[in-house]
């Protein structure tokens, strides 16, 4: 057994466990509102044992899902992708796993009924940001291990911590009960899909298939596998996220009808009207001047501000979480207005906001080149907070745009959703705080995920479902080069690929016995 | 002989060559100011068949050269270009020809002495602007002949007007005479750089050298060989260029000591600066709201206004030009606040600009990318009227910058150089018109081209030489995909090789005999 079994060594902290270990025998971990389904010590052993033996394994399935990736903004191994997605789910034990066909690109559903009474649902992602190898210290694609110092050794590669890794790490859990031959005591359902990274155009009309929803509608609550301990392996739990909305700004000759409809010598500039200066004065209209405050006609109006359940638990988040460590895993001196911790973290959960992703014109090359570009590109993601909604804000820059005479600029919608939010009373909800109280984890209640997935497909009608995030382990670096996920830790606070499985184990029995 | 001999075809239209031609014999096509050294019949035709006999090499010259591209800013193929360079002079007759070394890239300098009583001084650059071959229809590099309707043939590729086919056309010129057993008429001396595109960083140390610059003090000026008749032939004479400094805006976390040091997920957008957001407002202040007039502090402190005779000129132009083919070549429908074409070439003439060649901050691929990026970059080139400075410009856009507090943004100068000016009643601009009316071509006198060459450090002191353009022959595209150049001409009013080739040795003759 590993020197760093969370689920042996910290729950020792645990009285409960404590009282029941110096027993020397009995169920082991059963929480003050388990009764339904205990995991007795033996049970447990003989899981945690197939887990340790699956070690390679399931680093070896992390990898292997890394050097494929799919990339669904390039039209890159999509249908690869989710054949492999859904031959992942069937090695996994899934009864049932189907490619489903969308008017963009397939996603893929798969079921387990394992008889129980309950059934939980199961969000996953099979495609991942693009990469620029040249700006990795190792290849994206291969999977290198590399020590990180603090928490000890790690896969890089893309998709690492967003979403492979720790879908791996369920998938994972799911083999270690497949090989000691324990059923999971739950039903379930998972719904996964290839066009996150591009704002989840047609997801809907996977979730919207009436055999998929029909078997959603019967699930506790959805959830979706993450890896996001810090150094003291606290975890937040989110009672929602953000919505967003992706999109270019684009300025051209050709739909202005004043500048060139090609790139021309840049000496024309003085009598010949110029889109990249054109799409400038467009984009400082969007924000104040310090570029941090939406400043779109009516952006606010829809904005809930913050209630004083959600300041209280932002305020023990603050408290609890260390301000330093997260400055320097992000390389940032300041928050914005030189904040407190506690108000930045206020500002990230309740603050719509307006990014530029990226800026393209003309000429971007190394040194320079002496031309007017006859179009200029910016790449925003909106952010969105309740009770904002996508079609809203889509409407909203469009009539700001329109108002000051910018009918011209395009719009390009990538994608986007709706914010979500889930209740601290869900039973999902309430079996994820359990399971990381197991754990010996802290577990910090988030009124919301400033980051965005497709939850408000969940929560919203015709499903109306609680959706969250859980589990157990480390990475960063989602979107950005470097990825990693933490595989063997050395840091006794987080988990290694073992408890990281071990965890989701537990969980669904959480979900199982909750009353 | 070619049907398309401009010389002796189109100068039937003047009368003084009608009358020598119906004699039958006698000298052909001296100019009324010209007397010393005439360009007698014979010689005229032996140097013409020698540069018709010499058509394909002229062409194929082209070719090769445009094989070896010399990019500054890529530091590709530099020395290389530079001993191409130097062979290309020696084997069309410079007797001296030589690297000169610089602090960045070499130059070339060479001589040839016909032992004449006048000088005239070459410039050349052997350097081309980067290129993207995905963006080309041939590949760029390849020199493909196709057909340009209203043209003729013509070659494509990176450099082809932008200077490799105008250069070569002086070459051919040369190669001509050399065959013809004729001396040019005037001694002639080779100044040429590979960091024209650049910005010119280190032309000055090359004109510098005390045995250059005594050579090139002996002369009657400079020039710089062109290739840009319009459909109906016309030219311009231009008498000064404008200046330019060409820089990088560039603002990062790490030099504000806000935002991210390096590209975060952008949901922490609500709670991190942007520098990208900060390059877009300080951007913003650099121009008036429709992005056409340059809104630096103090900005036109030192703008020379144009002079009545100024005005006259491009009054002439406007009236002798064609605007709606202009604008077809540029694919633009309406000139800076809808002028007339008359009131833009006024502005092109006598306005500074601040152009953005190029933007280019976080992802800048297919789709989005969910980053806050920690770096934007507008590549910038602002153009300067007589009588601003480039040094003067430089300070007055840092202390812009300044005084609206964005001392972080950082600015990377990649080169520039003075505006220039040289008079209407020097040797060299009166040699240029007489050549140009002798070839029956309408050469509009131009104040100013609002394009930029190191012409500045001719014109000023220590040097103080006329500085000119003068050629015949059509290409575009310079610095875009296409960049073409005509070698066989089916347009009656535009020159093919061979006619752009004598056009160069009639002018040595003007230089040589103008009074």
Redesign the interface.
């Known amino acids: 057994m590993s020197k760093r079994d969370l689920f042996s060594n910290l729950l020792l902290q645990r009285d409960v466990v404590k009282a029941v270990l110096l027993a020397g025998f009995g169920t082991l971990l059963i929480g003050s509102s388990s009764v339904a389904f205990a995991l007795d010590n033996d049970e447990y052993s003989v899981i945690r044992k197939a887990a340790e033996a699956g070690r390679d394994a399931s680093i070896k399935r992390i990898q292997d899902w890394i050097a494929l990736p799919s990339i669904?903004?390039?039209d890159l191994n999509m249908m690869k992708g989710a054949k492999y997605m859904m031959a992942l789910a069937r090695d996994a034990g899934f009864d049932q796993a189907e490619i489903v066909p969308t008017d963009g690109h397939p996603g893929v559903w798969a079921t387990m009924d394992n008889g129980a009474e309950r059934t939980l649902a199961i969000y996953f992602m099979y495609d991942v940001?693009?990469y620029d190898p040249a700006e990795w210290s190792s290849p994206p694609l291969e999977g290198h291990i590399v020590d990180k110092p603090g928490f000890g050794k790690a896969i890089v590669g893309r998709g690492a911590v967003n979403q492979k890794g720790p879908q791996a790490m369920l998938l994972g859990g799911l083999h270690a009960m497949r090989a000691a031959g324990v059923k999971p005591p739950v039903n379930l359902v998972l719904v996964a899909e290839g066009e996150e990274?591009?704002?989840s155009p047609h997801f809907q009309q996977i979730v919207s298939r009436p055999d998929i929803m029909a078997k959603l509608k019967q699930s506790e609550g959805i959830f979706i596998p993450i890896g996001w301990q810090d150094k003291k392996g606290n975890v937040g739990v989110n009672l929602g996220a953000?919505g967003?909305v992706?999109?270019?700004l684009i300025a051209s000759?050709e739909n202005w009808?004043?500048?060139?409809?090609?790139?021309?010598?840049?000496?024309?500039?003085?009598?010949?009207?110029?889109p990249?200066?054109?799409?400038?004065?467009a984009?400082?209209t969007l924000?104040t001047?310090?570029?941090?405050t939406p400043a779109i006609d009516g952006w606010f109006e829809n904005v809930r501000p913050l209630t004083e359940r959600e300041k209280e638990l932002i305020a023990q988040a603050a408290a609890s979480s260390d301000e330093a460590e997260r400055k320097q895993l992000?390389?940032?001196?300041?928050?914005?207005d030189d904040?407190p911790f506690k108000d930045?973290?206020e500002?990230?959960?309740?603050?719509?906001?307006?990014?530029?992703?990226?800026?393209?014109?003309?000429?971007?090359?190394?040194?320079?080149?002496?031309?007017?570009?006859?179009r200029?590109v910016a790449?925003l993601?909106l952010?969105l907070v309740p009770n904002q909604t996508r079609v809203e804000a889509e409407k909203k820059l469009r009539a700001h745009l329109d108002k000051r005479g910018f009918q011209d600029v395009e719009m390009k919608i990538?994608g986007g959703y709706d914010p979500t939010e889930t209740g601290e009373d869900s039973r999902i909800i309430r079996a994820e705080i359990e399971a990381y109280n197991r754990a010996g984890v802290n577990a910090t209640l988030n009124p919301r995920?400033?980051?965005?997935w497709p939850g408000a497909m969940f929560t919203a009608p015709p499903l109306s479902l609680p959706a969250g995030q859980f589990g157990l382990g480390h990475g960063s670096g989602?979107?950005?080069?470097d990825e990693y996920f933490v595989v063997e830790s050395t840091n006794p606070n987080v988990a290694g690929v073992v408890d990281a499985a071990m965890a989701y184990v537990d969980f669904f029995y959480r979900v199982a016995s909750i009353r």
Chains 1, 2 share one sequence.
């Open positions: 669904a903004a390039e940001k693009q990274e591009i704002g953000k967003i992706e999109l270019e000759g009808g004043r500048g060139p409809q090609k790139d021309i010598h840049s000496s024309l500039k003085a009598m010949v009207d110029s990249a200066w054109r799409l400038v004065q984009l400082q924000v001047p310090d570029g941090n992000l390389e940032v001196k300041h928050w914005i904040l930045a973290l500002r990230l959960a309740s603050q719509p906001t307006v990014n530029i992703e990226g800026l393209v014109a003309g000429y971007t090359g190394p040194g320079g080149k002496t031309i007017l570009p006859s200029a790449k993601d952010r990538g995920l400033a980051g965005s989602a979107h950005a080069p």
